[in-house]
């Protein structure tokens, strides 16, 4: 299998970067030279189920899964805790970026009813139809992100600069390696917590396990291990929900991008390219990113728009049968029709 050439990976790394942060500038100006080579970046999982869905678009937008995980070395690595729809209208000139909550309960074939999440694992093609399901839009292509594997590349850049959008404190981020740290206490004590909490009350009597995070609004240097605490952090009670990831997310994504830009990483040989190659996967092959650059037209012009789906529009809190936490449709479990709706109504 043929190698990605240097500038167009990082062109589509920093496609991703900028389709999640909200801009498009920077994919226009990275199109393949005529006569590179490239063959399309291997996918992690394969799977050729597929969902039921409504008849998918047949006007010309183009549609991009975006899919962040947090790769090896933590629990549920390869779970997807950021999915996006972007969603780009050439005619209206027009980006929509559609916020999935991981939580959101669907049926994926070969697993049957579980978290969105847990649909990337089961195979790249479910993960598209999964997606498709939920919101009518037929999913084109997909680029998934290694949050892990960016810290060695963060470090490699000399640290990024995040914008912090918000403070918060999280007292239960887990130590990697203490999962089982019992912390001092005796098994009588152990087990009397056992029988007086359940799930993660239980887990924040052992305090040993977590190192408390606090980070403050505004510029915020991070080193990459930093970066990482920060765009996994789940715990904080004021900033743990799964949009309040999200943003955060974007905003490290954000930093990435503009600290490639200004290092000019792109124009010469950079030991950052192996780690990035690493870190990002992607269907979007060198004939393919030409292909869909140019119906485009002037990116530039483009408009963005962002479309979360939450509790406060489709979407309502529920409880699975096994007492998780879950987000189902408002009209619900499995109706998809209303969210549908919602984004279109939003999209046009």
């Not at 919101?135 to 600069?161: N, R």
């Not at 690493?278 to 292909?291: E, F, L, P, Y």
């Not at 619900?332 to 046009?348: F, P, T």
Request: proline share 5%; net charge neutral; with cysteine.
């Amino acid at each position: 299998m043929k190698i990605l050439s240097s500038k167009l990976f990082l062109g589509i790394l920093a496609a991703l970067v900028l389709f999640i942060s909200g801009s498009l500038v920077y994919l226009g100006l990275n199109k393949p030279k005529t006569g590179s080579s490239i063959s399309n970046v291997p996918t992690p999982f394969s799977g050729p189920n597929f969902l039921p869905t409504n008849e998918p678009e047949t006007n010309n937008n183009l549609n991009i899964l975006l899919l962040g995980y947090g790769g090896a070395g933590h629990d549920g690595g390869d779970l997807t805790d950021s999915i996006i729809l972007a969603n780009i209208n050439p005619q209206t000139k027009k980006v929509n970026l559609i916020s999935i909550p991981r939580d959101l309960w669907v049926n994926i074939p070969g697993l049957g009813d579980s978290k969105i999440n847990a649909a990337y694992p089961k195979g790249v093609d479910i993960a598209k139809n999964v997606v498709q399901t939920v919101t009518g839009k037929k999913v084109d292509y997909y680029i998934s992100i290694d949050f892990s594997k960016f810290t060695e590349a963060i470090d490699l850049l000399g640290g990024i600069d995040v914008n912090v959008p918000q403070s918060f404190t999280d007292n239960f981020y887990p130590v990697k390696g203490l999962e089982n740290e019992t912390c001092g206490f005796t098994a009588n004590q152990i087990n009397e917590f056992k029988i007086k909490y359940t799930g993660f009350d239980l887990e924040k009597q052992f305090t040993c396990r977590y190192e408390k995070l606090v980070f403050t609004k505004g510029p915020t240097h991070m080193d990459g291990a930093t970066a990482l605490k920060y765009v996994r952090s789940r715990h904080s009670d004021t900033y743990g929900s799964d949009f309040s990831r999200s943003e955060r997310q974007q905003a490290v994504l954000l930093a990435i991008r503009d600290k490639i830009l200004n290092l000019n990483v792109l124009s010469k040989t950079n030991p950052l390219f192996n780690t990035l190659v690493s870190a990002v996967k992607t269907d979007i092959g060198i004939g393919t990113v030409d292909n869909l650059i140019q119906p485009l037209g002037n990116i530039t012009e483009y408009q963005v728009n962002h479309i979360y789906l939450t509790d406060q529009n489709v979407l309502k809190d529920s409880t699975s049968a096994a007492g998780a936490y879950i987000l189902i449709p408002k009209d619900g479990q499995g109706i998809w029709s209303g969210i549908q709706s919602y984004i279109k109504s939003l999209s046009n």
